[in-house]
């Protein structure tokens, strides 16, 4: 038998994703630190004292013949303390991108009405494709200047769901508490999920408003300032029926056992978080002046990356490359033509970068 059954209808029109450089290979490849720019992860390892918590683990006579814990106990009281909300709010997942793909299956139904303020993470878009949801996406005049006007007037009572993420990937755009109030108004009839993935980069979040409006599911991840991008862990913080409508889907052995130690040793060493949130602040402000004084277009958004508009962004994504800089060509997403996205780590990695990136460009 060689025949090949083709995937379910709302799957054939999707495209599989075009990874970017993986650590692996770039570790192979001869030179003296590589630098990895291009997913927006930390630059740093996490905190010493994750690797504590591993050896701690790891040294009792049982660990990983059993299944993790289910409920993430331990975990979800810590973050519960981190997060200012109940334990009962939220639900510990594999990555935020099991929260936003659970979220959509838990929701999306075939048609629905998604409104994603876009350029967005590609991803959410694409679970909810994969729910043959119907996407409308709001764009702006200028990709870096919110007109939230634009997403209230795509909201109807047809609506099912809305997508945001604050600050947003690929362009920062930062939603006010104010601002989002106005979109769960309007979206009254549908889950509002708001993406804060790179929540710990600005400190602005919409928690505060689950009290009041149980339409909001908000996402976060560890993978951006707690530098856990491999071990695969996010959580979920939303109403507790709402929660209780997402266990329904949840499959409770999904977050690993290293991933639960992990998150919480990160999440017990805010010395470590603040140092690195630091760390990449100043960076950034060295970027931005290196690149001004270089006469380079350039945008820097309140999260751990930049955009870096070039002539010929492919070639000089592929020369800094050879150099061992990995930074990511955003020019087949719409509005983002020519620029280049990079991650910003500390400040003295970014030196090394802009010491390359000026040869580069010369
Ligand atoms: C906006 C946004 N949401 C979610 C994710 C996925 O994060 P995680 O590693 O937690 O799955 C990313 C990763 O780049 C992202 O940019």
């Avoid at 997508?163 to 947003?168: G, K, S, V």
């Avoid at 509002?192 to 505060?208: G, I, L, N």
């Amino acid at each position: 038998m060689r025949k090949i059954i083709s995937p379910k209808k709302s799957i054939r029109s999707l495209k599989p994703y075009t990874a970017v450089n993986s650590f692996a290979l770039i570790k192979k490849k001869p030179r003296q630190e590589p630098h990895k720019l291009d997913w927006n992860e930390a630059t740093l390892p996490p905190s010493p004292r994750v690797f504590r918590a591993f050896k701690r683990y790891l040294s009792q006579p049982h660990h990983l013949n059993w299944y993790p814990d289910p409920e993430c106990i331990a975990l979800r009281r810590e973050l519960a303390r981190y997060t200012g909300r109940d334990e009962s709010e939220i639900l510990v997942t594999n990555g935020s991108d099991a929260a936003l793909d659970l979220i959509a299956r838990t929701y999306l139904d075939d048609d629905d009405e998604v409104i994603i303020a876009a350029p967005a993470y590609s991803h959410f878009t694409l679970f909810a494709r994969s729910c043959d949801a119907m996407i409308k996406e709001v764009y702006y005049e200028n990709p870096f200047k919110k007109e939230v006007d634009k997403i209230i007037n795509a909201i109807t009572p047809n609506t099912r769901m809305v997508y945001i993420i604050n600050p947003n990937n690929p362009t920062g755009v930062l939603y006010t508490i104010d601002e989002v109030i106005a979109i769960l108004k309007k979206a009254a009839n549908a889950i509002v999920v708001v993406d804060e993935a790179y929540y710990e980069y600005t400190m602005r979040s919409a928690t505060p408003l689950l009290s009041d409006f149980t339409n909001l599911i908000i996402t976060r991840s560890f993978s951006k300032a707690l530098s856990l991008a491999g071990a695969r862990i996010g959580y979920i913080i939303s109403h507790t029926e709402n929660i209780k409508n997402l266990m329904r889907l949840h499959n409770i052995k999904s977050v690993n056992t290293l991933a639960q130690v992990a998150a919480l040793a990160a999440l017990q060493d805010t010395d470590y978080l603040y140092a690195y949130l630091d760390a990449v602040k100043k960076a950034k402000h060295y970027v931005h002046v290196e690149l001004q004084r270089m006469g380079i277009e350039h945008v820097i958004t309140p999260s751990n990356f930049i955009l870096v508009k070039v002539k010929n962004p492919r070639h000089i994504e592929q020369e800094l490359a050879t150099q061992g800089v990995y930074v990511r060509d955003r020019s087949m997403v719409p509005q983002l033509n020519g620029y280049l996205r990079l991650n910003i780590g500390t400040p003295k990695q970014m030196k090394k970068v802009i010491e390359i990136f000026k040869k580069v460009i010369s």
